[in-house]
T-cell receptor
Framework: RKEVEQDPGPFNVPEGATVAFNCTYS??????FFWYRQDCRKEPKLLMS???SGNEDGRFTAQLNRASQYISLLIRDSKLSDSATYLC?????????????FGTGTKLQVIP | GAVVSQHPSWVICKSGTSVKIECRSL??????MFWYRQFPKQSLMLMAT?????????EQGVEKDKFLINHASLTLSTLTVTSAHPEDSSFYIC??????????????FGPGTRLLVL
C-alpha cells in the first residue's frame, strides 16, 4: 500500500460545480497535512494546511479524518483557474527527522 | 509568503558531465531543505533531506554518491548531479522549511530546474 494515495483523475467539472478530492495515508502517526496546487510544468504552491478541526479559505474547505486516515479538499463554485493538479502532503516527524510524502496528485479540469 | 530561488532554471548538458543546482531561501533561514525530482506526469519524489551543517539524509534508492548535496549555510543548499546520464533528465525542485515555524510549518518551493542530459 502506498503511503499516500490519491485518485489521479482527471476530474472534469463544469464551471460553478462543487468538487471534492480525498487523500488517504497509511501512517497513523502522521502529524501534519497540507494541500498543494501544481500547475503544469510549475513548482507546487501551498494551497492550505489541514487542521484537525477542519478549515476553510474562501471556496476551499479542507478536512482531516484521523480515524479513517484521510484528508479531503472541497472546492465550491469552481473557476476555470482552478484547473490544476492538487497534491496532498503528509508529514511525519520522528527523532528530529521529518519525512515528507506527496500523493501522486489529482488532476482537475474545469470546463467552461 | 517566503521566497525560494533555484538556479539555473534550465540545464542542457552532455552525458557524463556534472551539473550543480543551487537552492536559496531569500527572506528566511532554513535549517532544512528538501530535494525532489519529478518525471513527466508523475508526482514529486523526495530524493533527500538536507540539514544545515550535517550530512543529507537520502531516500531509499537514491544514490548519495551520484547526487551530492551540500547545505553549507542556512540559506543555501546545492545538489550536484555527478556524471549525468539521459535517465537523470528530470525536473528537480527544492523546498525549504522556515526555521521559525512550528510543527505545522510549510515548505516553500523553488521554481525548479529542468535538466536535460543528451
Amino acid at each position: 500500500r502506498k503511503e499516500v494515495e490519491q485518485d489521479p483523475g482527471p476530474f472534469n467539472v463544469p464551471e460553478g460545480a462543487t468538487v471534492a478530492f480525498n487523500c488517504t495515508y497509511s501512517n497513523s502517526a502522521s502529524q501534519s497535512f497540507f494541500w498543494y496546487r501544481q500547475d503544469c510544468r510549475k513548482e507546487p504552491k501551498l494551497l492550505m494546511s489541514v487542521y484537525s478541526s477542519g478549515n476553510e479559505d474562501g471556496r476551499f474547505t479542507a478536512q482531516l479524518n484521523r480515524a479513517s486516515q484521510y484528508i479531503s479538499l472541497l472546492i465550491r463554485d469552481s473557476k476555470l483557474s482552478d484547473s490544476a493538479t492538487y497534491l496532498c502532503v503528509v508529514n511525519y516527524f520522528s527523532g528530529g527527522y521529518q519525512k515528507v510524502t506527496f500523493g501522486t496528485g489529482t488532476k482537475l479540469q474545469v470546463i467552461p | 509568503g517566503a521566497v525560494v530561488s533555484q538556479h539555473p532554471s534550465w540545464v542542457i548538458c552532455k552525458s557524463g558531465t556534472s551539473v550543480k543546482i543551487e537552492c536559496r531561501s531569500l527572506d528566511f533561514q532554513a535549517t532544512t531543505m528538501f530535494w525532489y525530482r519529478q518525471f513527466p506526469k508523475q508526482s514529486l519524489m523526495l530524493m533527500a533531506t538536507s540539514n544545515e551543517g550535517s550530512k543529507a539524509t537520502y531516500e531509499q534508492g537514491v544514490e548519495k554518491d551520484k547526487f551530492l548535496i551540500n547545505h553549507a549555510s542556512l540559506t543555501l543548499s546545492t545538489l550536484t548531479v555527478t556524471s549525468a546520464h539521459p535517465e537523470d533528465s528530470s525536473f528537480y525542485i527544492c523546498s525549504a522549511r522556515d526555521l521559525i515555524a512550528g510543527l505545522q510549518e510549510t515548505q516553500y518551493f523553488g521554481p525548479g530546474t529542468r535538466l536535460l542530459v543528451l
